[in-house]
């Protein structure tokens, strides 16, 4: 069982991204996913999530009207797409899910997002 984002990369500020987050092991349709970050010398923190049946979203207000979640459960994937992108947008992007009653606890390795001004 395991999440593997991708998409990442380094693009100047404006540009748009798409992040995907593929899960495997098991299918993750009737589960909560999210999108986290993590900036340099900075916590991690909350991006965006997505209910099982994508008719629930959560937006962080950071990027909110730039950023979207979506998910499609016959891939068993879920996405982030990205524009208008900021420098401080730049981090290492994490695809989460959460299987049990204790929060999100299966994550992804991570994939970096760079954006240059």
């Known amino acids: 069982v395991q999440l593997v984002e991708s998409g990442g990369g380094s693009v100047q500020a404006g540009g748009s991204l798409r992040l995907s987050c593929a899960a495997s092991?098991?299918?993750?349709?009737?589960?909560?996913m999210g999108w986290f970050r993590r900036a340099p010398g900075k916590e991690r923190e909350f991006v965006a999530r997505i209910g099982w049946n994508s008719g629930r979203t959560g937006i962080a207000d950071s990027v909110k009207g730039r950023f979207t979640i979506s998910r499609d459960n016959a891939k068993n994937a879920v996405y982030l797409q990205m524009n208008s992108l900021k420098p401080e947008d730049t981090a290492i992007y994490y695809c989460a899910t959460s299987l049990g009653t204790a929060g999100y606890d299966l994550w992804g390795q991570g994939t970096q997002v760079t954006v240059s001004s």
């Open positions: 092991g098991r299918s993750f349709s009737n589960y909560v």
